[in-house]
């Protein structure tokens, strides 16, 4: 449950990453611009309980710092005293969308899926089954096969112009005291590894980690490609909360795309690093949360959430914002994964940071949709432990 502090404030999460420009070109050429990156985090956040004190920890551009906090004002739970201001800019990311939006499907995750042999995902992910290959993919997914790269496009091409430093251990230590800290590895740069351990050492707090572009490097025009994630061991050993989908989890430990059945053994593998919990999403097949419980692994099988989606930016940040959120209040992993699924759908029914409002009604569709403690699609009902 929530802790209340001696001063009477609810619980305190602080958020570092960084924050975006987004342009967003849909698939029929119109083209949106709005704030992103670590704006999901919070605004998802300041709407799912009005409590909680969220410290957002990044750099944005002079240009865009007006905008930004217009957008935070309405919020009295937004510290905002972890923002600096950046003279040469704020990142911008262009995201190419491919497929029409009658296509696609929201899932658990908030991923987008489109139906067929078409491609789609949270960020390029190649799910191996038996019978056949079927390639998610937002961004481009690189499958090595021997001594040849094969790079599929997807339905999501991304290119990003980088323009504001690293944070420091100086700007994240004033929020170390905080009862949990995400860390969203938007650009993939955005902390140092050597600072996230030293995040990890000096803090009490739960600490999450999105992988999310740590598995994506930048190209010389600016295009982003999958990579290998060097000394991944760094990230779940400073979390105790790991969010990736199947790709980025592939990646941490090697260049090829992992079978259905060598994820298990994968999230394993993290949980062995000391993280507590893995949340790994899967698109239209919703998402499974792995948690490490009295030396058992254990599996909760999410079911999916299906909306019309308009834009899935977002929704991966929308998901593990709610999930460490309902993970704090309960302390448990299942529940969370349902807030967190109904979150990131609610979030692709709209476009940009501006109708985040929508995942107010997350709780009441976690109810409806995901059932009563004592149904039968409780997560909870449909938890394993892993062989």
Known sequence: MLSVHESGVWM?????????????????????????GIVYNVLSLAYLDSRITICPVAWVGEDRRAELFDLFAPHANIDTSGIRANPSGTNENTLVYRVSRAQRSVAASGVEAV????????????????SRTEVLGESRTEVLSGSRTEVLSGSRTEVLSERVPQISYEMAAPFLDADAILLNFISGRDVDGE??????????????????????GIAA??????RRIED?????????????????????????????????????????????VVALTLGARGSIVFEMRERR?????????????????????TYGAAFMLEYLRTGDAGQAGALASAAAGLCATVSG????????????????????????TDPRRLEEQIP
């Open 195 to 216: 600072v996230v351990e030293a995040i990890r050492r000096d803090t009490d707090a739960v600490v999450a980690i999105d992988v999310h572009s740590l598995s994506l």
């Open 232 to 276: 991944w061991e760094i990230y779940p050993r400073s979390a105790d909360i790991v969010q990736c989908n199947a790709l980025e989890l592939s990646l941490l430990f090697g260049d090829r795309l992992l079978a259905d059945g060598a994820l298990d053994e994968a999230a394993r593998r993290v949980l062995g690093t000391g993280a507590r």
């Open 297 to 317: 692994a254990i599996r909760y099988r999410v079911p999916p959430l299906e909306v019309d989606a308009v834009d899935t930016t977002g929704c991966g940040d």
């Open 12 to 36: 305190k999460i602080a958020v570092l990453g960084t924050i975006n420009y987004d342009t967003i070109i849909a698939d029929d050429g119109r083209s949106t611009s709005s704030l992103g």
């Open 115 to 130: 139906s067929g042999t078409d491609r789609s995902g949270e960020s390029g992910t190649e799910v191996l089954s038996e």
């Open 353 to 376: 940071v501006e109708g985040m409002e929508v995942v107010r009604s997350a709780a009441t569709l976690q109810e409806t949709i995901f059932g009563e403690r004592d149904s039968d």
């Open 221 to 226: 025009d600016g295009s982003r490609f999958p």
